[in-house]
T-cell receptor, first 115, second 111 residues
Framework: DGGITQSPKYLFRKEGQNVTLSCEQN?????MYWYRQDPGQGLRLIYY???????QKGDIAEGYSVSREKKESFPLTVTSAQKNPTAFYLC??????????????FGQGTRLTVV | GEDVEQSLFLSVREGDSSVINCTYT??????LYWYKQEPGAGLQLLTY?????DMKQDQRLTVLLNKKDKHLSLRIADTQTGDSAIYFC???????????FGSGTKLNVKP
């Protein structure tokens, strides 16, 4: 079955550490996205990538970094520069947004907590 | 811009209809979507509507689109306690790979 997988489901980070969240899809989707969700709030776009080896900043990219070396994979690193990283992180993927229906498929999320 | 706005909360009684509203600013979206998020989970697609349609019905779900006013709504008939969740609308910009979502409407269904 095709889908999008995030790991781990729960992640704990100490102050000053970098951590990497994994996102893998086997849907042959072109575009991948990372969102942050805080309690009681909507989704805020961190980074997105339209094609391999290319990515763009979203609205809240500071303190985060990404790579897109393979079409299937879009890992997100939460760096020590991100001062308030505790949140629920969601990864999504779509075909290229255009004329055809391009629903976004989501992973099950990673809950990151700073300890 | 990419603004998509929704009211934050809606509370209904079981068996009543729920109507969740969304307004958006960019008229280039070819498709508009409704997603459902249950606690601690990702978003799942509920339904979508093509931009040249006014209405789409899918079992208990009815989507209404007013392109002139850039207004999208989701009606859930005979709302059940299992419908309690957060509902997001999305209006992706055509030709741009940015998928923006509204703030989400938390639907609470009282027995």
């Amino acid at each position: 079955d095709g889908g999008i997988t995030q790991s781990p489901k729960y992640l704990f980070r100490k102050e000053g550490q970098n951590v990497t969240l994994s996102c893998e899809q086997n849907l042959n989707h072109d575009a991948m996205y990372w969102y942050r969700q805080d309690p009681g709030q909507g989704l805020r776009l961190i980074y997105y990538s339209q094609i391999v080896n290319d990515f763009q900043k979203g609205d809240i990219a500071e303190g985060y970094s990404v790579s897109r070396e393979k079409k299937e994979s879009f890992p997100l690193t939460v760096t020590s520069a991100q001062k308030n990283p505790t949140a629920f992180y969601l990864c999504a993927s779509t075909f290229a947004v255009g004329v055809r229906n391009t629903e976004a498929f989501f992973g099950q999320g990673t809950r990151l907590t700073v300890v | 811009g990419e603004d998509v706005e929704q009211s934050l909360f809606l509370s209904v009684r079981e068996g009543d209809s729920s109507v969740i509203n969304c307004t958006y600013t960019d008229s280039s979206s070819t498709y508009l979507y409704w997603y459902k998020q249950e606690p601690g989970a990702g978003l799942q697609l509920l339904t979508y509507i093509f931009s040249n349609m006014d209405m789409k019905q899918d079992q208990r779900l009815t989507v209404l689109l007013n392109k002139k006013d850039k207004h999208l709504s989701l009606r859930i008939a005979d709302t059940q306690t299992g419908d309690s969740a957060i509902y997001f609308c999305a209006a992706p910009k055509r030709n741009f790979n940015k998928f923006y979502f509204g703030s989400g409407t938390k639907l609470n269904v009282k027995p």
